[in-house]
T-cell receptor, first 109, second 112 residues
């Protein structure tokens, strides 16, 4: 939706790091999320971060949250061909989610 | 294993027809959601339910309705299908931990 914005495309070389950025407007957001959608499939929750955290690391994934600037990023280390997908940023302050338009990540050899 | 399913996976219908998309979850989740996915818009919330007999409108609810008669199912009805409702529809559910929202595989609906 309009409350969550992210760039539409990212191309990255295999083995490099990918960084996907997102901005949101709702300062009362409790959780912020990154979802992954592979072709023809539903959305899969990759990771989430609680709004009082600055960083969360989970294996190859690092989430950074700048609450002052309402900026969220997802870094994927050692990007692999299986990481090619659409990545959605989302926020919530109750059970409902508001999604960005999605960033299509293409991993090239 | 618990899961969330949608049917049909693909549907072609004509303008003006009534269409119902099914969503069934075996997680025993209280919360269920319907989204539509369109290029450039991401996912937009159509309707949601926090429990049996509870339904609420989302940001794009016009032309859609839902009913919740049990915990497992939240069918989405298009009363009179329009070409603007051609989209991919996703159902999702969540329990008490709001951040764990599980998505179905989606239904691709084409209105001709």
């Amino acid at each position: 939706g309009e409350d969550v914005e992210q760039s539409l495309f990212l191309s990255v070389r295999e083995g490099d790091s990918s960084v996907i950025n997102c901005t949101y407007t709702d300062s009362s957001s409790t959780y912020l999320y990154w979802y992954k959608q592979e072709p023809g499939a539903g959305l899969q929750l990759l990771t989430y971060i609680f709004s009082n955290m600055d960083m969360k690391q989970d294996q190859r994934l690092t989430v950074l949250l700048n609450k002052k600037d309402k900026h969220l990023s997802l870094r994927i280390a050692d990007t692999q061909t299986g990481d090619s997908a659409i990545y959605f940023c989302a926020e919530s302050n109750d059970y409902k989610l508001s999604f960005g338009a999605g960033t299509t990540v293409t991993v090239r050899a | 294993d618990a899961e969330i399913t949608q049917s049909p996976r693909h549907k072609i219908t004509e303008t003006g027809r009534q269409v119902t998309l099914a969503c069934h979850q075996t997680w025993n989740h209280n919360n269920m959601f319907w989204y539509r996915q369109d290029l450039g818009h991401g996912l937009r919330l159509i309707h949601y339910s926090y429990g049996v007999h509870d339904t609420n409108k989302g940001e794009v609810s016009d032309g859609y309705s839902v009913s919740r008669s049990n915990t497992e199912d939240l069918p989405l009805t298009l009363e009179s299908a329009a070409s603007s409702q051609t989209s991919v529809y996703f159902c999702a559910s969540s329990g008490d931990r709001a951040y764990e929202q599980y998505f179905g595989p989606g239904t691709r609906l084409t209105v001709t």
